[in-house]
């Protein structure tokens, strides 16, 4: 394997490889990195007391890895910080009827990662992790901000994970109905899912003739 192969896929591990529907899987960073980067959401599963919990909650991506954060008091934050977690995103871009209910299910784009999360403790790289995080909500909101202090950064607890290993999964196209079903008079197809915004509801104690800043839709990710 060379530098380059290393860079932009991901090893193919016991954990990580598809059983199932394998011609669905995805090593490549590309692919892998553009469903990271098309959704703000995740779950993150880890153990707890030694019983799993899943936890939903925000992630934004820089370079190879994936971040998420929390209050300092958070349970799933103390107990993810150096443990071994399995962190999931998903973007489901259809339903997908079929001629018979075996055969219903949907298009959809995730990633699972694996491996193991680290606290991020310098309050320099925590800044900055953090801006990441407002810009990854709201591009260019942060210099509009009143500044974070001391407390409020304390008050954070900030995780990484290394994209080093891990799938994605990608289904496209139609449904796939046994052959003599296609000719039942059954309407067959895919419904597209999709996502996005709606006018922006001001807080009713905003300051009078206070206006949203230009471009506030601009790069909001669901
Ligand atoms: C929105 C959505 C809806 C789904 N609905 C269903 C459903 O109703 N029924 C159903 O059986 N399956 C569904 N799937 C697929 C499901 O996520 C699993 O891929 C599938 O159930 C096979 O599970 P498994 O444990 O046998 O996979 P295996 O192939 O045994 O998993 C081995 C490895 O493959 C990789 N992998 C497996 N699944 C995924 C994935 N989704 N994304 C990224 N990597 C993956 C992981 O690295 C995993 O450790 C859905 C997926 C999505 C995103």
């Known amino acids: 394997m060379t530098q380059t192969d290393t860079l932009s896929r991901l090893p193919v591990t016991g954990r990580s490889r598809l059983r199932r529907n394998h011609n669905r899987g995805h090593f490549d960073r590309a692919t892998i990195d553009a469903i990271l980067d098309a959704t703000v959401q995740c779950h993150v599963g880890y153990l707890l007391d030694g019983r799993p919990m899943v936890t939903p909650t925000f992630q934004w991506r820089e370079g190879d890895h994936v971040y998420w954060h929390g209050s300092s008091a958070s349970r799933a934050l103390r107990r993810s910080a150096g443990a071994e977690v399995c962190l999931t995103v998903t973007l489901m871009d259809g339903v997908v009827l079929a001629r018979s209910a075996f055969h219903h299910s949907v298009n959809y784009r995730s990633v699972m990662l694996f491996g193991r999360a680290v606290q991020v403790t310098d309050p320099e790289a925590k800044t900055r992790h953090l801006q990441r995080f407002v810009e990854a909500m709201s591009p260019g909101r942060w210099d509009l901000l009143r500044p974070m202090t001391d407390q409020e950064l ?5 995780l990484s994970l290394p994209i080093a290993e891990g799938s994605a999964k990608v289904r496209t196209g139609p449904p796939v109905d046994d052959e003599e079903d ?8 895919v419904v597209p899912v999709t996502r996005g915004f709606g006018a922006p509801v001001p807080d009713p104690r905003n300051l009078p003739d206070i ?12």
Do not use: R, S
């Not at 296609?182 to 197809?189: E, F, K, Q, R, T």
């Not at 206006?211 to 669901?222: M, R």
């Open 154 to 158: 304390k008050a954070t607890t900030v």
């Open 211 to 222: 206006e949203p800043p230009a471009g506030l839709l601009d790069g909001l990710k669901v």
């Open 182 to 189: 296609y000719a039942l008079p059954i309407w067959a197809g």
